[in-house]
Nanobody, 123 residues
Framework: QVQLVESGGGLVQAGGPLRLSCAASGRTITSVTIGWFRQAPGKEREFVAATMASSGGNTYYADSVKGRFTIARDNAKNTVYLQMNSLKPEDTAVYYC???????????????WGQGTQVTVSS
């Protein structure tokens, strides 16, 4: 079973960039679909982005982050990154990485949840 640990969060001004890391251990991530989710105060956890386990490495994004966020995996480092550009105050949330699966309803679902990493975007 793969263990995932998030890092890289912090305080950033609106419009700025930030890169989150998701370091995996226990098994290689080459055969694991990894997703980023986030939860803002008082809101439900929501899907942000995913990178598929298939050799094609397809990526998926929530509409709210499309064009601003990029998910990428470095299999050699067993790490998945989330590059966030043009950040907005509404991106403020705790960000989690987890194993992910897309249901028949088209929604993304995560596996177990770690501590996450806090991202705060100031206006």
């Amino acid at each position: 079973q793969v263990q995932l640990v998030e890092s890289g969060g912090g305080l950033v001004q609106a419009g700025g960039p930030l890169r989150l890391s998701c370091a995996a251990s226990g098994r290689t991530i080459t055969s694991v679909t990894i997703g980023w989710f986030r939860q803002a105060p008082g809101k439900e956890r929501e899907f942000v982005a995913a990178t598929m386990a298939s050799s094609g490495g397809n990526t998926y994004y929530a509409d709210s982050v499309k064009g601003r966020f990029t998910i990428a995996r470095d299999n050699a480092k067993n790490t998945v990154y989330l590059q966030m550009n043009s950040l907005k105050p509404e991106d403020t949330a705790v960000y989690y990485c987890t194993t992910a699966v897309r249901g028949y309803d088209g929604k993304w679902y995560g596996g177990s949840w770690g501590q996450g990493t806090q991202v705060t975007v100031s206006s």
